[in-house]
């Protein structure tokens, strides 16, 4: 998601937010997230939670409170790819090796 192991899908979105633990929680602030994903800038991490927000993976709810502040949580929709993700994830623990001498990776 933010970083070159992810390709900008909402599969590799959703794998670093569940690989981060974020998946899990009922409710992330914006704050959290940006704490969380330092290798990112905000504006990458902002645009990603569009983009997961529009495909309906997760819902932001506003607060118009001093100060302002939004938080974020994985909606039904959402919570049906954690499987897919954890299954991914075994695949491609299992697999790196091989695919590292594949690339030529280090």
């Given at each position: 998601m933010?970083?070159?192991d992810y390709d900008g899908s909402d599969r590799g979105k959703m794998e670093k937010l569940h690989h981060s633990g974020i998946?899990?929680?009922?409710e992330t602030s914006q704050r959290e997230l940006h704490r969380l994903f330092t290798e990112?800038?905000?504006r990458v991490i902002n645009q990603q939670l569009k983009e997961l927000e529009?495909?309906?993976i997760i819902s932001k709810k506003i607060f118009m409170e001093l100060?302002?502040?939004s938080e974020y949580a994985i909606t039904e929709l959402g919570k049906t790819l954690i499987p897919l993700i954890e299954q991914l994830e075994i695949w491609g623990d299992s697999f790196r090796p091989e695919m590292k001498r594949i690339l030529k990776i280090e």
């Open positions: 933010w970083d070159k998946m899990h929680w009922s990112a800038s905000p529009m495909h309906g100060p302002p502040h």
